[in-house]
Every structure is written in C-alpha cells, then in structure tokens.
C-alpha cells in the first residue's frame, strides 16, 4: 500500500505532516475520544528513529501498543490493539502485509486470532522520509501531541511510546519541545484563562487547599482543564480547577475525576504507591475541598462527564 499521489503544488512535507495529524477516527460510543490510530503512530515512530525495521509482528505491536492503550486511551475493560492495527491500514500511511488472510476482513471487523501471523507497518514512502529526515518524524510527534494530549502527559507519553528525547528537554513547552511549524492546527491557548480560575478559586487547589506563596506570588498553582484543551476544552471558568502542580497532573492522568453530583473527588482503584493515601486516597468520594463562591463559576456537568468517559482511568458507574 502506497502513500497517498500528492498534487504537483503540495509541499512533500507538509502533506506527509497533514496526513499523519489528520487521521480517520471516529467517536467511541457516547462521543468518547478515539487516539488509538495515534498512539500506534507515536509507536512505530519510535521503532523508526531508533532504526529498527520497518514491518513489525501484530504480537510487537501489541506487546508495545498495549501499555499506551491501557493508560493513554479512555478506559476500557478489555484493551484492543488489533483494531488500530488492523483500522490504520484505511488511512494510507500503515500497510499489513496479505490483509485477505485476514478473518472478517471483508466486514471491516477483524478478528483478533488470525491478525496474529501477519506483519504490519508505516507504508515505505513515509517510513523512508522519517528515516532520512528524523526532523520531520518528529514534527509529525509534535503535531498529534499538541493536538490530542495535554502537555502534562506529553514527556511519559513519548517515553512509553520509545520515543527518545534529551533529558534536559523534558518538562519545556512544547513550542521548545519540537521545531514549531504553522499549518498545526492546534488551538491558541487563551493566556487570561489560569489568572480566571485561580482567582474564582482563591488561589488555592480545590482538592487539598494548597496555597504556598513565594515573594507575595502564588507558586505551584495551576488552571487544569476539565475537558483538554487539546479536545476542545472551551477556556472558560466553568471548565477550568484550581489544582496543584501534583493534583493537576494527576488528575490529567486519569488518577481521580469529579463526579457532577455533588463535586465529590472519586479515586482510581488503579492508583498505588507511596503517598497514594496521602495525596488522593484521603480525598476519596469526599466533596472537592475548595468551590467557587459563585456558582456559576462551578464545574460544569458536561465538562465533569466529559472527563468521566474520556480521562479517568475507572469505571464511570454511578458518576454519569
């Protein structure tokens, strides 16, 4: 399977760049957000700079894919790699090789045992353009993670995904991070939207009341999209929590989320470790610490369920 002829007025790059960041997906049930294809991307990317070869086994990519399903995907009872697999080859930038062998091919639906002798892998043209040029590789890196995580997850992510970065990178901008480029289209953040909520919640974070101050400046306080910015999340107070640096990335995680009814904070089952107890399990089905004084300024329930179904790594039974 070949890339996709490009016109004679389409810059190479930049039409490799739109195709990589411009996938088709379609909305899990209940309009959940779907970065399958885009995590087996990040993935074989990954293979790619560090040289390895261009077809993997299905049993690769699941070993490898698997672990960026189960925590960067919105969570499901039974992780899928063989969908993406199988559903990428639609886009023109993955190949399987002998895809008739492959049952239930002809429905679309294939199914998992018999995808597990076939190989799959970028289409030559574009896994040729990555290896020669490992810029542009990872512009298209950069695109997908600007427009569909939120930076907070951006360095574990391409970590998971073996996507090597210099250690004196992580934790920048992205607009550091990665060369910038213009067609990207990711949103403009709105710069007034953390001084709006911090402020309705003043300042402090609405879970534990953290509230340090340095020189008369709060520090380690931040404005956390309920629903990502990078999904659409409006820059508006209703959408927006005070959080600490810890709560807030946590809570982009998926570690705990806010149910609708009551503000009460529900924690992960998948959540474990040293300071567990203290920095969440204390806070379990408890009502967030901390609200605005106006109530428009509340959570709102579409933002809050918006994250049940799409960022909490737990079941959504009885928040929605």
Not at 11 to 34: H, N, V, Y
Not at 208 to 217: A, G, Q, T, Y
Request: net charge positive; glycine share 8%; aromatic share 8%.
């Amino acid at each position: 399977m070949q890339s996709k002829s490009m016109s004679a007025e389409t810059d190479p790059e930049e039409d490799i760049l739109r195709r990589f960041t411009k996938l088709k997906t379609a909305p899990l049930q209940g309009g959940g957000r779907a970065p399958h294809k885009y995590l087996l991307v990040l993935f074989a990317i990954g293979k790619c700079l560090k040289g390895e070869g261009r077809m993997m086994s299905y049993e690769t990519v699941r070993k490898g894919l698997s672990p960026l399903l189960s925590r960067y995907a919105p969570h499901t009872k039974a992780i899928k790699p063989h969908l993406p697999f199988w559903h990428l080859a639609n886009d023109g930038v993955w190949e399987i090789d002998r895809p008739d062998l492959v049952r239930g091919a002809e429905r679309n639906r294939p199914v998992a045992s018999t995808l597990a002798a076939r190989f799959g892998g970028l289409t030559e043209p574009d896994h040729d353009v990555f290896s020669r040029n490992p810029d542009i590789a990872m512009r298209v890196v950069r695109g997908i993670m600007s427009a569909y995580f939120p930076r907070s997850l951006h360095d574990e992510i391409l970590l998971t995904a073996g996507i090597e970065v210099d250690e004196d990178m992580r934790g920048h901008e992205p607009e550091d991070l990665f060369e910038k480029f213009e067609w990207n289209r990711r949103r403009v953040r709105d710069p007034a939207f953390r001084g709006k909520v911090v402020h309705a919640y003043e300042n402090q974070c609405a879970v534990c009341r953290f509230s340090v101050r340095l020189d008369r400046k709060t520090i380690g306080l931040e404005a956390a999209h309920i629903r990502w910015h990078e999904q659409n999340g409006p820059p508006v107070v209703p959408n927006g929590l005070a959080l600490c640096a810890i709560h807030h990335k946590l809570f982009d995680a998926g570690a705990f989320t806010i149910s609708p009814e009551g503000f009460r904070v529900h924690v992960s089952s998948l959540t474990a470790g040293e300071g567990n107890d203290e920095l969440l399990g204390r806070f379990d089905s408890k009502p967030l610490s901390f609200l605005p004084r106006e109530k428009s300024s509340h959570p709102g329930e579409k933002h809050l369920l918006w994250h049940i179904n799409n960022a909490y790594r737990g079941s959504p039974d009885g928040l929605v």
